[in-house]
């Protein structure tokens, strides 16, 4: 069964950096678009960025010119750099494949499977 494990998310003071990993084991998804949504606490999940299939990278404008997203197929595995990193950014931060493989979706319902979630937590 297709998983996806988040990791590298904490503490950090405003201004820093955090780079977030989404490992996937059970299957590739080397031909899917990777996204990365986050939630804060009593707020809807929002999307933040997402790479597909060729590397092409879209994100949202709140975090545009301080995230970047890649990824490295042989490892099945993608990468959420985050630099200059605000309060606001403050959230459960969650990776997820787009359902089907060549699509390009910026919604959380079409992705599955989700990783289980890391916070990230931007202290002022």
């Known amino acids: 069964q297709a998983q996806l494990v988040e990791s590298g998310g904490g503490l950090v003071q405003a201004g820093g950096s955090l780079r977030l990993s989404c490992a996937a084991s059970g299957r590739t998804f080397r031909g899917n678009t990777m996204g990365w949504f986050r939630q804060a606490a009593g707020k809807e999940r929002e999307f933040v960025a997402y790479i597909d299939w060729n590397s092409n990278t879209y994100y949202a404008d709140s975090v545009k010119g301080r995230f970047t997203i890649s990824r490295d197929n042989a490892k099945n595995t993608n990468y959420l750099q985050m630099n200059s990193l605000k309060p606001e950014d403050t959230a459960v931060y969650y990776c997820?494949?787009?359902?089907?493989?060549?699509?390009?979706?910026?919604?959380?319902?079409?992705?599955?499977?989700w990783g289980q979630g890391t916070q990230v937590t931007v202290s002022s």
């Open positions: 997820a494949t787009d359902r089907k493989p060549g699509r390009i979706r910026v919604t959380a319902d079409a992705y599955d499977p």
